[in-house]
Nanobody, 125 residues
Framework: QVQLVESGGGLVQAGGSLRLSCAAS????????VGWFRQAPGKEREFVAA????????YYADSVKGRFTISRDNAKNTGYLQMNSLLPEDTATYYC??????????????????WGQGTQVTVSS
């Protein structure tokens, strides 16, 4: 079983940046696609970004495209989400998740096998 731990959340002003990390407990981390999702109070969990096992393909929600960058370092068993030009509407709890092969349905939260506990991101206006 893969355990995921997010870090890097916090309070930032609009226009600022944060870098989230997702540390995995297993060396088999490279076997999984990684996704980032977020959930704001009173809203459903929504897809943010995903990256395939070797990092050759990545996907973004339209709302974050051009501002967020997903990446991974399989040698460190860690995934990242660089968030720039943050907006108040980006405020949410951010979760990372791991999905076993094949790399399909990466925008679908129900397709993921393992989840982290989440990290809070708050963007003030």
């Amino acid at each position: 079983q893969v355990q995921l731990v997010e870090s890097g959340g916090g309070l930032v002003q609009a226009g600022g940046s944060l870098r989230l990390s997702c540390a995995a407990s297993e060396r088999t981390f490279s076997r999984y696609s990684v996704g980032w999702f977020r959930q704001a109070p009173g809203k459903e969990r929504e897809f943010v970004a995903a990256i395939t096992r070797s990092g050759e393909s990545f996907y973004y929600a339209d709302s974050v495209k051009g501002r967020f960058t997903i990446s991974r370092d399989n040698a460190k068993n860690t995934g990242y989400l660089q968030m720039n030009s943050l907006l108040p509407e980006d405020t949410a709890t951010y979760y990372c998740a791991a999905k076993s092969y094949p790399p399909v349905r990466l925008r679908d939260s129900t397709a993921y096998n393992y989840w982290g506990q989440g990290t809070q991101v708050t963007v003030s206006s």
